[in-house]
């Protein structure tokens, strides 16, 4: 009989012709039971999605003013504190779902860069607008803006979704970077 080791300290494999007394079993895996999975004592994440909109009544984003009426919309609080959103898009430009990434405080706003990605993957996104407000009312984007964009514009690529905006707003206004030039 022909046993296979795998050696704990190499990743080749010892073939051995008998079996030998001093060879040991490994314990057995543990196996998550999926529809109980908490019985195994292992945290479970779930993440989730879900709408009951039909896609022909979802709004479709046309241009940068279509992206800074629609992400206004959602602020409540867009001259108090800075807040990071992300729109994901289907391939028809349909809006798929608003989802806020951060809230700061009146002069930034920290957010994962993680959270852009998942999101767009668990919506199945085509395109991302990523979105922020500037409470000052500047519409100008600092260099911290820059370098947000391009670094989530090169994590997007490399899962195939296309960045299509970073838009900036305030209660009257909105800079867009695709419009500029800049993406």
Same mark, same amino acid.
């Given at each position: ?20 007394? %001093?060879?040991?079993?490994?314990? %057995? ?95 199945? %996104? ?58």
């Amino acid at each position: 009989m022909t046993i296979f080791e795998l050696l704990p300290d190499s990743e080749q494999m010892q073939i051995a012709a008998e079996p030998s007394a %001093a060879l040991e079993v490994p314990a %057995a895996p543990v196996l998550i039971d999926a529809a109980n999975p908490s019985a195994s004592g292992v945290p479970v994440c779930t993440l989730s999605y879900s709408t009951n909109t039909p896609t022909s009544s979802k709004p479709q984003i046309r241009d940068a003013y279509d992206i800074a009426n629609l992400i206004r919309s959602t602020y409540n609080d867009i001259e108090l504190r800075e807040s990071v959103k992300v729109i994901y898009l289907s391939r028809a430009n349909r809006v798929i779902g608003v989802h806020t990434i951060g809230v700061g405080s009146a002069t930034c706003c920290i957010f994962d860069l993680k959270s852009v990605c998942v999101g767009a993957l668990l919506a199945h %996104a085509e395109g991302v607008i990523l979105c922020h407000n500037h409470p000052s009312g500047n519409l100008q984007p600092s260099p911290q803006d820059d370098n947000m964009t391009e670094k989530i514009e090169r994590a997007l690529k490399t899962l195939d979704i296309k960045l299509l905006d970073h838009i900036i707003v305030t209660v009257d206004g909105y800079y867009s970077y695709q419009q500029d030039g800049q993406l």
